[in-house]
């Protein structure tokens, strides 16, 4: 399977849990109605993705802007990816299609997708790291409205009640955590699970203290998975982690069980239903408090190499809408994520304080597929080996991530 992170099974409940807000935005996607073909224009676009229905109010606005009819193929996420391959190989693909952005270099490779700078495309002005996810071989192959990223959040009650100062360092973190583990209440929560969803929550301590996915195995990298064990090993984070999806961990931080949680925006609608909870966010601590880099999600749109220039020409019409700032600004009101360009994503901000600590975030953010390319998921699993090797005690963390790093993939 290939990976996607975070996981399919997070977007799908994300995308399921944002249908309502894409719903309720009716005044600025005017004209526009239920699923299917858009009910005017000219020529016909396909596009294919592994979103909800009730996105396509989004697709129809820009349908409507470039004088396109639209027909929308909603696919499971899984089985995306093995899709496009055959589609690729039967010269049936999409006119258009939406790719999690560690897919886009491997699909480019392929020699499915196209150059979006034939179109007069580019991502001038957009979060440096998702350029690097969507180009690849100097050539920009996908164009991504909206983005996310992971955050520190923090149950406010249990954090002022502690008298504890969100952390911004290693060492505040663990000396905030232990504070705050008290009867059935870890003070800190995360995903460790031996998936990619668990090196997804690792990447931040991962890499912003030095690792490298080239080689994992290196003295930054021990210290960084040190961190965390230590962290289970005081008891401040559940033993249980190893297990967790982000799901599970956010059902934790909901039922009062971890004070400080990592997770991403596409929790936030389930946190706001949450009744008494008081949450806030912020940006995953640091061993030196520098800025934290962590990985880029979201997903990008593609030209796929169909072989009709004039339907081609036009749907790179349709790309270039969708990552317009007006539009990226509805996808991630939509989504819950924040927008690519970076005056964009200030603004917006500024305007949905909830979000405030990802946008700050994904400006030192890091593309997953920016040093390795398609050969990032070898690394990934690496990775997560690594973490269950520790955690569950076979290994301390240097010879966890030697033992990894040796495994061939």
């Not at 294919?48 to 639209?70: F, G, R």
């Not at 965390?228 to 039922?255: C, H, R, T, Y």
């Not at 706001?272 to 979201?298: C, H, M, W, Y």
Request: glycine share 10%.
């Amino acid at each position: 399977m290939k990976p996607s992170l975070p996981s399919t099974s997070r977007r799908i409940r994300a995308l399921v849990g944002a249908v309502a807000v894409v719903a309720a935005i009716p005044l600025v996607l005017t004209g526009c109605s239920g699923s299917g073909a858009a009910s005017s224009g000219g020529k016909t676009l396909t596009i294919e993705d592994y979103y909800a229905a009730n996105y396509n109010p989004i697709y129809k606005q820009c349908a409507k802007t470039v004088d396109a009819k639209l027909t929308i193929n909603h696919v499971a996420g899984a089985g995306l990816i093995a899709k496009v391959l055959q589609q690729a190989s039967s010269r049936s693909l999409p006119d258009v299609l939406m790719l999690d952005n560690p897919d886009v270099q491997q699909i480019a490779a392929s020699g499915a997708l196209s150059d979006l700078g034939d179109y007069g495309l580019d991502a001038s002005g957009d979060v440096p790291g998702v350029k690097a996810a969507n180009t690849y071989k100097g050539k920009l192959y996908g164009l991504q409205p909206a983005t996310n990223s992971i955050a520190l959040y923090y149950n406010k009650k249990l954090l002022a009640d502690a008298g504890v100062q969100p952390p911004k360092t290693w060492d505040e973190l663990q000396a905030a955590a232990k504070k705050l583990t008290k009867g059935s209440t870890y003070g800190f929560a995360m995903s460790n699970i031996n998936t990619y969803e668990g090196t997804w929550q690792f990447l931040p301590m991962f890499w912003s203290n030095g690792g490298d996915e080239k080689d994992i195995a290196t003295p930054e990298a021990a210290q960084a998975l040190q961190f965390v064990e230590g962290l289970q090993n005081d008891g401040s984070m559940s033993k249980s982690s190893i297990n967790w999806a982000q799901a599970d961990v956010n059902s934790q931080f909901i039922a009062g069980k971890a004070a400080m949680m990592i997770n991403g925006p596409w929790q936030l609608p389930t946190l706001n239903a949450a009744k008494n909870l008081q949450f806030d966010s912020v940006p995953i601590p640091t061993r030196t408090g520098e800025a934290t880099v962590a990985p880029l999600g979201g997903e990008a749109f593609t030209v796929p190499q169909t072989g009709n220039k004039d339907t081609m020409t036009l749907a790179g019409k349709f790309v270039g809408c969708l990552n317009s700032v007006k539009m990226q600004k509805v996808i991630a009101g939509a989504t819950g994520n924040v927008p690519t360009n970076i005056e964009a994503g200030t603004a917006w901000a500024t305007d949905h304080p909830q979000v405030a600590s990802f946008v700050t975030t994904v400006k030192t953010a890091r593309a997953r597929t920016g040093e390795l390319g398609p050969d990032w998921p070898k690394a990934a699993t690496k990775i997560y080996t690594a973490v269950q090797l520790a955690l569950t005690g076979k290994a301390d963390p240097e010879a966890a991530l030697k033992q990894a790093q040796s495994q061939s993939q």
